[in-house]
């Protein structure tokens, strides 16, 4: 694929974006930020999907990893790759997850120490059933990101996300995957799950980790 073009420099987001975004991960677990990528970055992320989708580099998504691991259509849809610093618009991508990484370090003390990420695409029909992205005390998987491509969607396109309620586990919010917006949740509290959409659905899903101390 040919590299996007884009400037490495990353923007300077207001304080007060950081203060309610922990304000509300302590309060309910999860938070909604719309706006919190420009345009161009949007655009050179898309380019970068969709050559790997032309290029066939994307894969189906399985459930579980390492001798666990399994594919099932059933239960999720979406192609997937995941994300390097190869092209200018995945670096800014990193580069302001770190930013984002190191002032929920700063606000909750949460020892946040790695983050990885990927593209993940949804063809008409694709779903992902609800799930939590992990299980408690398997000090992976602490903060869930996922950052939405797509500039133009309508409510007749499907594709919410669905965020629970883990105590009632009634739905608590139907979050439209509309470009620019940005979604934090407690990667081991929140259930979730991506509504099956009726076009093609892109996005960027990641994991901000704790350091297990393991040598990989």
Excluded at 15 to 37: C, S
Excluded at 123 to 151: C, M, Q, W
Aim: charged letters at 25%; a negative charge; glycine letters at 8%.
């Amino acid at each position: 694929m040919q590299p996007s073009l884009l400037p490495t420099t990353t923007p300077t987001l207001p304080k007060p974006i950081f203060d309610e975004l922990t304000d509300q991960l302590i309060d309910r677990g999860w938070h909604v930020i719309e706006n919190y990528f420009d345009t161009t970055l949007i655009k050179s992320l898309v380019a970068d999907l969709k050559a790997y989708d032309n290029d066939g580099e994307l894969t189906p998504a399985g459930i579980g990893r390492g001798i666990g691991f399994t594919l099932d259509e059933n239960i999720r849809g979406d192609k997937t790759r995941w994300l390097t610093r190869s092209t200018n618009a995945q670096k800014r991508y990193l580069d302001e997850m770190e930013v984002l990484r190191h002032e929920i370090n700063r606000l909750l003390f949460m020892g946040l120490f790695e983050y990885e990420s990927h593209f993940a695409c949804y063809e008409p029909g694709a779903y992902y059933l609800k799930h939590r992205d992990s299980f408690r005390g398997a000090a992976g998987r602490i903060l869930t990101t996922v950052a939405y491509l797509n500039e133009t969607w309508q409510n007749e396109d499907g594709g919410f996300l669905a965020i629970y309620n883990p105590k009632s586990e009634q739905v608590a919010a139907r979050i439209k995957p509309l470009a620019g917006t940005l979604v934090v949740f407690l990667s081991e509290d929140i259930p979730h799950e991506v509504e099956p959409t009726h076009r093609q659905r892109l996005s960027i899903a990641g994991w901000f980790k704790c350091n297990t101390g393991e040598v990989i």
